[in-house]
Each structure stands twice: as C-alpha cells, then as structure tokens.
C-alpha cells in the first residue's frame, strides 16, 4: 500500500507548476522584455541622431552653394566686403540668400555660420602658410549647430572661394 500511496503524491506533486519555477520564468521573462525595450530605445536614438546627421549635411551642402551663388552675383559687395575671421550666419531670407552677424536659426533647428579667412600665397602663387594675403580667395568654414549653441557643431566643413568672375 505503501507504493500505491507514494505514485499518487508522486502523480499529484508532477501535476501542477511550483513557485519556484514560475519565479524563475517570470524572471527570464522580465529579462527578454528588459533587452527588448533597451534595444528599442538605442535604436530610436540613433535614428535620431542620424536624421540630424543627414540634415546637417544637407544645410552644409546648400551653405556651399549658397556662398557660390554670393561669388556668382558679386564678389565685391557679397564676399569680398565680409570681414575675415568673423563668424557670419548664411541664411535664405524669403528672396535671397544673405550673410548676417545677428543668430538666426534655420527650421527652429539649426544655425548655420560661415568663417571667411584669407588665403596665403608664397612668391610662385601657390597656397602657403606663410605670404601674401589673396584678395580674390577666401577659405570659407561651413559649420551647422544644435539650435543657436555655437559651443560644438554637428557637422563642419571648409571649402575655397575664388572670385572666378573678378566681379
């Protein structure tokens, strides 16, 4: 009797599930959901973190263009006037593209400001370190910020100027 009685205690403790084990499956459950949601969320920050990237490129490729379109309409009263070394904000105005000294943002977003410095050149008309200041080139210093936060850029880049058109 004794063996019948212990496959019964054996069949009724087999049946069900013991707080151990759902302690344990709650705990690999919360675990997967835990990775989940941390993964989620790096994703999403660097989706972020790349529309921003993009759209800084873009603001700097159109700055580029912009600067050309100045050269193109008048070196002398649109690059050529501007001060060297100063930071100036390059911004569409609604009718025209103009450089101004007062912080404007783009799409509530970005700024963008351009740096003009002078170009050297030694006696064989190369560019140098050291020589005579070129007026009819400028490096032009592309840089896109967060908002009006000059502190780090998103993105930067330099190009020449020249005054191709001698206008």
Do not use: C
Request: charged share 15%; no cysteine; net charge neutral.
């Amino acid at each position: 009797m004794s063996e019948v009685l212990q496959n019964i205690l054996q069949k009724k403790r087999g049946a069900g599930f013991s707080i151990i084990e759902i302690v344990i499956g709650a705990a690999i459950v919360a675990l997967v959901v835990t990775a989940i949601a941390s993964a989620w969320q790096f994703y999403v920050k660097l989706g972020g973190q790349s529309t921003r990237t993009t759209q800084a490129a873009l603001l700097i490729e159109e700055g580029g263009e912009a600067l050309q379109y100045l050269r193109d309409k008048g070196w002398a009263s649109n690059i050529g006037n501007l001060a060297t070394n100063t930071t100036y904000y390059l911004i569409w105005n609604g009718t025209d593209y103009v450089t101004t000294a007062t912080p404007t943002l783009i799409n509530n977003n970005y700024s963008r400001t351009v740096i003009l410095s002078a170009v050297l050149r030694d006696a064989s008309d190369n560019i140098a370190t050291t020589g005579t200041a070129d007026p009819n080139t400028r490096t032009a210093t592309l840089s896109i910020y967060p908002n009006l936060d000059t502190t780090t850029p998103i993105l930067q880049a330099q190009m020449l100027i020249h005054n191709v058109f001698q206008n």
